[in-house]
T-cell receptor, first 112, second 115 residues
Framework: KQEVTQIPAALSVPEGENLVLNCSFT??????LQWFRQDPGKGLTSLLL?????REQTSGRLNASLDKSSGRSTLYIAASQPGDSATYLC???????????FGKGTKLSVKP | EAGVTQSPTHLIKTRGQQATLRCSPI?????VYWYQQALGLGLQFLLW???????NRGNFPPRFSGRQFPNYSSELNVNALELEDSALYLC??????????????FGPGTRLLVL
């Protein structure tokens, strides 16, 4: 049974700092891994999707990496801004079962 | 292109009542997924519908049920509501699994409060 864990649960950083969010998964037989952003009380915004054959994906100040052998993914945020404050969720997709398995998220606070 | 839409945005019910939540997928998407996000429990998978059929179900009791209509929109029904059913219910849609269906697009959610 796939389990996804995110560390830390919460993170507070000053504006401008580079930061790394961690995600680990127990079953390496994933189809892809996706990072989402969730603002309070809102739905999910997809940030980056990494296919199982890929090692990383980049979008603007965001870079996500995937190491299937170690069961880990990281989301790197460069030059953080107060607008980046949100909860970041990672989710593993196994394919045949259809559903995403989510971690519980990292709540990020970027202080001006 | 319109994204995934959900209605209502908020729903207040009392214990024992029934709740009906609705979801319209992105045009062209045939799969609809329902997830529950309860406080402290994270996002948990509820149901997956594709082409009108239930394809997979999460670890939830039978009072959680749903259906998918010919236009691919979907309903989630929760019977005999309990206090712990209070949560944000998120709907997602995708193309058919195996044909690009690995990317799910999420709606804004319905917040259900059970009193």
């Amino acid at each position: 049974k796939q389990e996804v864990t995110q560390i830390p649960a919460a993170l507070s950083v000053p504006e401008g700092e580079n930061l790394v969010l961690n995600c680990s998964f127990t079953d390496s037989a994933i189809y892809n891994l996706q990072w989402f952003r969730q603002d309070p009380g809102k739905g999910l915004t997809s940030l980056l999707l990494i296919q199982s054959s890929q090692r990383e994906q980049t979008s603007g100040r965001l870079n996500a990496s995937l190491d299937k052998s170690s069961g880990r993914s990281t989301l790197y945020i460069a030059a953080s801004q107060p607008g980046d404050s949100a909860t970041y969720l990672c989710a593993a997709y196994g394919g045949s079962q259809g559903n995403l398995i989510f971690g519980k998220g990292t709540k990020l606070s970027v202080k001006p | 292109e319109a994204g995934v839409t959900q209605s209502p945005t908020h729903l207040i019910k009392t214990r024992g009542q029934q709740a009906t939540l609705r979801c319209s997928p992105i045009s062209g998407h045939t799969s609809v997924y329902w997830y529950q996000q309860a406080l402290g429990l994270g996002l948990q998978f509820l149901l997956w519908y594709d082409e009108g059929e239930e394809r997979n179900r999460g670890n939830f009791p039978p009072r959680f049920s749903g259906r998918q209509f010919p236009n691919y929109s979907s309903e989630l029904n929760v019977n005999a509501l309990e206090l712990e059913d209070s949560a944000l219910y998120l709907c997602a849609s995708s193309l058919l699994v195996g044909e690009g269906g690995e990317t799910q697009y999420f709606g804004p959610g319905t917040r259900l409060l059970v009193l």
